[in-house]
């Protein structure tokens, strides 16, 4: 029986702090997917839809000697055949120029895609896959950054020596100086594995290509301006005949910000041979073998302190692993390298961070860019210090935590921060100072920033318009992204707030290029406080409008004031009324406000040293744990969560991020993470690469300290990436605290706990 | 393909014996649906000599269509087949253990069905009919083949019932599993222990381990080793070691470290031992009091 689904009873619901509405009712879409009636991309079908598969390659590294395609072409039902010879494609990339839609003469990971089919079923596409026959040359692979930086090592890109796909070297201050001297050194090796988003709907894709419309790609994406700007430069279009338009999205945590280029463009080439929509859709087992997962990392990192716990300076040799193509890996590797140096007061810093080619499957992003992995380093090495040092390690972060009005030893200019107030809320809500004999307690604090001012230095910020409909109602239009997280939920609020409506009156658009305003979209925490400011400021200037037409219609001063639009002599005017005297006076155009927001530009110089954005949040947790000593067996009891993402635009929402941001971190703490057996992914699967449960999540308590932020919408700013952020260093530090030693190594597993527990000989 | 629905055993019988071999039997099929499928499946949930879960004069009688859910709830396993109840309720995920059978958990023979080792351990036995209207009674642990392979042809053959003797005075069983996390994750090992202790000395042991070899493994020398100790802690750090010296693990690049999983049989074993000797040693001073 299927039960229908209601919201809750809006009486017995919370409402946020000083936004309209009742925080359960903020997002109509949540219904529809509880109720299955959403649409993903998965569920779409065309009239004479065609079905693309790719074929791969089933060797690391190998030349192409031939490929046969004859098989295949005269298949019944088979529509289109494509290698990579006759596409004529120049090489793209997001950062680096390095990959083809498909192979030309050489394959460098499995999975690489050599050719392509359309036909008018799956199951014929995946036959007329299986039949193209491909002769390889194999080559010598290397499978680990180590093997790939030998002086004699395979070359895998002509235009990369040393197999070295990017690099950076950060210093500022003197840190040498800072070493030499120094009270205490401490100094260890921390190593990440690669992480898959692991989101619930694999990536698909419906391409459609005419000479109307154009091409029209239907795939829900994080920034669908992004990928529609690179669809169109790879296939030659012009940009204005290259259109996203996005069913509902399975979950994105980063994944989706590009989503998988490869698809979008194959079946874009398949769709204009052929005339027909193309759809694609990547297996769950694609999606870890071909899909683009965050890189790993191994991070050698050491730091000086005085004997009172100041940090002096800290220094790190960071490699990253690539992958066979670079995807948004320089960026992640940048973040790694740095970002966790603003969380603290540290005079000097020195960095050297080498992101390096293999022959396995090239990586990409998830949410916190990076930002987790060098917490897991940094905030362990800040408990071993403590350690050393005699300290309590709330003590020595608090001496040392960064502060409102600083500016980080990277030119971050701190605003607004609370950071010292969600370390005290942290540990006291965990019981910091009574703690339960034969459990472990840790600690971490975090950083994230909200938006990039430097990503693209001219366009930092975000635009939105407010349209007055006939009937009184409003839609606000932006490219800010909803993929599950309530963005547009919180948009409807902010704009709400601004005309003094009830949010049930507003509608927020965003997914067709065509229609909504470009956008960076929904990564680098920037949704509710760049395209949240741009939806208010855009509300804003509705209302100034609409209180001017009131003026010159009655010829008397007016007023908005809770929604109600109001004239000196007490008359009160209809929003229908206002927008359709609009209309018939323009001969049909809408009462539109337009809102930008241009963050001021970034003082960001050659040397990274600069502001990259508007403002940041801030975070700290406390986990509390048990470890099983015959065993090494963790159990993560609790996790309090204390947060500073300024003024909080709902509740329930927030909580929701908060929930699924510490699941993630526990899943990357104790869980996931990629294993290869020579350049193949051996876990590539959801029974092998494992996720968290619901019987594994701890006890979760969230804390928010609302300290309001001018940068964003009413006080509002992040709170998506960052609750990942510090979930990693405080459930090793728990671990170490529980045990008596450190696992440096990701996933903390039972196994490895008790290795390090009986001092046996790492594997 | 075709999907057949049969009400008595004599007609699941009759289907196979028409179906020559293209015809294989499937229960909660939680398996095979994510395998190829074969010509023609067989459902036999609905056929009551495969359901309901009886004792009789000291003989518990499970249906091989009983589920793990089933099976993990019924009163009569509770009481008289504890390491069953446990193991049961183990076994993936809700949805998982309302679908898939007793039966299907051992002729499906995957080296670390919990199900399998809890009757291992118990000394079930499993009456098997086949087309010919022959019936055989085997130890569930002599129904393996090879890796994920039975001895028990689901296309000509049909496994009944299991029978176990239940638990009497002086006797305990229990089951211990260790998974990299607490659902839909098959064990890195799971062990099942069942003791007969009298006067504070071990009986009769039946000591079950998995997954070392493509079927439960009964770990003979720790077996004879306990018989006449006392339960303490001696005896189950002695059991231990006896238990990691006489299997052989490999190391798994999904799974762990042969050592690491070595010292985990150890340590299940002897838990499994404990609890099952407490639950022993509880069911005499029930009776005497």
């Given amino acids: 029986m299927i039960r229908s689904i209601t919201a809750p009873d809006p009486k017995q619901a919370p409402a946020s702090g000083c936004f309209p509405g009742i925080d359960y009712d903020q997002n109509p879409e949540v219904w529809a997917k509880a109720a299955g009636r959403a649409v993903y991309g998965t569920d779409l079908k065309m009239p004479g839809m065609l079905y693309g598969k790719i074929l791969r390659s089933p060797c690391p590294h190998a030349r192409i000697k031939k490929i046969d395609t004859a098989a295949a072409e005269a298949m019944p039902g088979v529509r289109a055949v494509l290698t990579g ?212 990392a191994e991070l050698k990192m050491k730091m000086a302190l005085r004997s009172d716990g100041t940090i002096l300076a800290r220094e790190a040799e960071i490699i990253t692993d690539n992958g066979a193509y670079s995807a948004q890996a320089p960026w992640v590797s940048n973040t790694i390298s740095e970002r966790n140096d603003s969380v603290y007061r540290i005079p000097a810093v020195k960095t050297g961070v080498r992101l390096v080619y293999t022959n396995k499957v090239p990586t990409g992003q998830y949410r916190a860019y990076g930002n987790q992995a060098a917490n897991f380093a940094t905030e362990s090495l800040i408990d071993m210090a403590a350690k050393k040092l005699g300290i309590d390690p709330l003590d020595l972060r608090l001496k040392n935590c960064i502060r409102e009005g600083d500016v980080s030893v990277h030119g971050l200019q701190i605003n607004r921060c609370a950071l010292d107030e969600c370390l005290k809320a942290a540990a006291k809500k965990i019981g910091w100072d009574r703690k339960k004999a034969g459990r472990g307690y840790g600690l971490s604090a975090a950083i994230h920033a909200n938006g990039s001012l430097i990503f693209n230095k001219k366009f930092r910020g975000a635009a939105a318009q407010a349209r007055l409909e006939l009937d009184g109602r409003v ?108 209309h018939s006076q323009t001969s049909g155009l809408s009462l539109l406000g337009e809102g930008k927001y241009v963050p001021e530009k970034s003082d960001y110089d050659d040397s990274g040293y600069g502001n990259i954005s508007v403002t940041y949040s801030f975070a700290a947790h406390a986990a509390e744990v048990e470890i099983d000593r015959d065993t090494g067996a963790l159990t993560v009891h609790r996790i309090v969560a204390a947060h500073d993402s300024g003024r909080i635009v709902n509740q329930v929402s927030a909580r929701g991020q908060v929930y699924g941001g510490i699941t993630q971190g526990l899943g990357m703490s104790c869980y996931e993470g990629y294993l290869f057996e020579t350049g193949r992914v051996a876990n590539a699967s959801l029974a092998d690469y494992k996720i968290p449960t619901a019987l594994d999540i701890p006890e979760i308590e969230e804390i928010f300290i609302e300290n309001e932020d001018p940068a964003g919408p009413y006080g509002a700013k992040g709170l998506g990436e960052i609750v990942m952020v510090p979930v990693l260093g405080a459930i090793a530090n728990a671990v170490a605290d529980a045990a008596g030693e450190w696992v440096t190594d990701l996933p903390i597993t039972a196994e490895k706990i008790y290795q390090a527990m009986a001092g046996w000989e790492c594997q | ?229 006392p339960v303490n802690r001696e005896t189950r750090l002695a059991v231990e070691k006896a238990a990691a010296s006489e299997v052989e693990v490999r190391s798994s690049l999904l799974r762990c470290s042969a050592r690491y999983r070595l010292h985990l049989v150890g340590v299940l074993v002897g838990r499994a031992l404990e609890t099952a000797a407490q639950r022993a040693q509880q069911r005499k001073r029930g009776n005497d009091s």
Avoid at chain 1, 235 to 261: C, Q
Avoid at chain 2, 10 to 38: H, K, N, W, Y
């Fill in chain 1, 85 to 296: 010879e006759g596409l004529g494609c120049k090489p793209f990339g997001i950062v680096v120029d390095d990959e083809l839609p498909l192979a030309v003469d050489r394959v460098r990971y499995i999975g690489d895609e050599v050719a392509c089919v359309a036909a008018v079923d799956l199951q014929t596409a995946e036959r007329a896959v299986q039949s193209i026959r491909v002769e390889y040359e194999e080559l010598p692979a290397v499978f680990s950054p180590a093997e790939a930086l030998e002086e004699n090592a395979p070359q895998l890109h002509r235009d990369f020596p040393g197999n070295v796909a990017w690099q950076r070297n950060i210093s500022r201050g003197d840190s040498e100086a800072a070493f030499r001297e120094a009270d205490h050194v401490v100094e260890n090796t921390f190593t990440v594995p690669a992480v898959h988003p692991t989101y619930l709907e694999p990536i698909s894709c419906v391409a459609e290509s005419d000479r109307c419309d154009g091409l029209v790609l239907h795939t829900a994406l994080q920034s669908p301006d992004s990928v529609r700007a690179i669809v169109a430069k790879v296939l030659e279009l012009p940009l204005s005949r290259v259109r996203v338009i996005g069913p509902v999205m399975g979950g994105g945590f980063g994944g989706r910000v590009y989503g998988n280029l490869k698809l979008y463009i194959l079946s874009s080439l398949l769709a204009m041979k052929t005339g027909w929509p193309v759809k694609m859709q990547l297996t769950r087992e694609e999606e870890f073998t071909v899909g683009r997962p965050m890189i790993a």
């Fill in chain 1, 475 to 582: 839609t606000v239009f932006t490219g800010e992204q909803d993929y599950g997280q309530g963005a547009h939920a919180a948009f409807a609020r902010i704009a709400a707030k601004a005309l003094g409506l009830n949010p049930d009156l507003i509608t927020v658009q965003s997914r067709d290029t065509m229609h909504s305003p470009y956008s960076l979209g929904a990564l680098a925490m920037r949704q509710t406080t760049i395209g949240g400011k741009a939806v208010q400021l855009a509300a804003e200037n509705l209302k100034e409008k609409i209180v001017q037409l009131a003026v010159s219609l009655s010829g008397e001063p007016a007023t908005m004031e809770n929604g109600v639009v109001r004239g000196s002599s007490g008359m009160v005017f209809d929003l229908a009324a206002i927008a359709y005297d609009y």
């Fill in chain 2, 1 to 229: 393909m075709s999907y057949l629905y049969p009400s008595s055993l004599e007609e699941a019988l009759g289907i196979l014996r028409d179906g020559s071999g293209r015809a294989r039997v499937i229960a909660g099929a939680t398996d095979i649906f994510l395998q190829r499928l074969p010509h023609s499946l067989v459902d036999l949930t609905a056929l009551p000599a495969l359901s309901g879960i009886k004792e009789e004069s000291g003989l518990i009688t499970i249906g091989a269509a009983v589920t793990h859910s089933q099976a993990a709830a019924s009163p009569v396993i509770l009481a008289g087949a504890q390491a069953l109840a446990e193991g049961c309720a183990r076994v993936g995920s809700p949805q998982i253990r309302n679908a898939g059978t007793l039966g299907g958990n051992i002729v499906n023979a995957a080296p670390a069905a919990d199900a399998a080792v809890a009757l291992a351990a118990l000394g079930a036995r499993a009456r098997i009919v086949d087309i010919k209207g022959l019936t055989r009674e085997e130890a569930v642990e002599d129904l393996y083949r090879t890796h994920n392979r039975s001895l028990v042809d689901s296309s000509s053959e049909i496994l009944v019932e299991l029978i176990i003797k239940s638990c009497g005075i002086n006797e305990g069983s229990a089951f211990t599993r260790f998974a990299a996390r607490n659902a839909l994750a098959l064990p890195l090992v799971n062990a099942a222990a069942a003791v007969k202790v009298e006067n504070g000395l071990v009986k009769e042991a039946r000591l079950v381990v998995a997954p070392v070899k493509p079927a439960p493994t009964r770990l003979q020398r720790a077996e004879e080793m306990l018989i006449g100790m």
